[in-house]
Nanobody
Framework: QVQLVESGGGLVQAGGSLRLSCAAS????????VGWFRQAPGKEREFVAA????????NYADSVKGRFTISRNNVKNTVYLQMGSLKDEDTAVYFC?????????????WGQGTQVTVSS
């Protein structure tokens, strides 16, 4: 069973940046498509970004295009989400998952999440 661990969340001022990490317990993680999602209180989990394997094609939600970048380091077995120009509405718990696409139903494993809070 794949275990995913997110880290890097925190409190940041609007306009600031954060880099989230998603590390996996299995070396085969490097061959997975991975997505980042977020969930704000009282809202459904929503797609943020995804990266495929092996071509590392990326896909982003319209709300984060041009501000967030998803990438992977196969040596470190880690997927990153670089977030910039952060806004209040980016405040949420961010999750990484093993799967494909922009629908959470397409993901089979999730981490425990990391909180991102943007203050204005």
């Amino acid at each position: 069973q794949v275990q995913l661990v997110e880290s890097g969340g925190g409190l940041v001022q609007a306009g600031g940046s954060l880099r989230l990490s998603c590390a996996a317990s299995e070396r085969t993680f490097v061959r997975y498509a991975v997505g980042w999602f977020r969930q704000a209180p009282g809202k459904e989990r929503e797609f943020v970004a995804a990266i495929t394997w092996p071509d590392s094609s990326t896909n982003y939600a319209d709300s984060v295009k041009g501000r967030f970048t998803i990438s992977r380091n196969n040596v470190k077995n880690t997927v990153y989400l670089q977030m910039g120009s952060l806004k209040d509405e980016d405040t949420a718990v961010y999750f990484c998952g093993k799967g494909l696409g922009s629908d959470p139903a397409g993901y089979s494993y999730w981490g425990q999440g990391t909180q991102v809070t943007v203050s204005s």
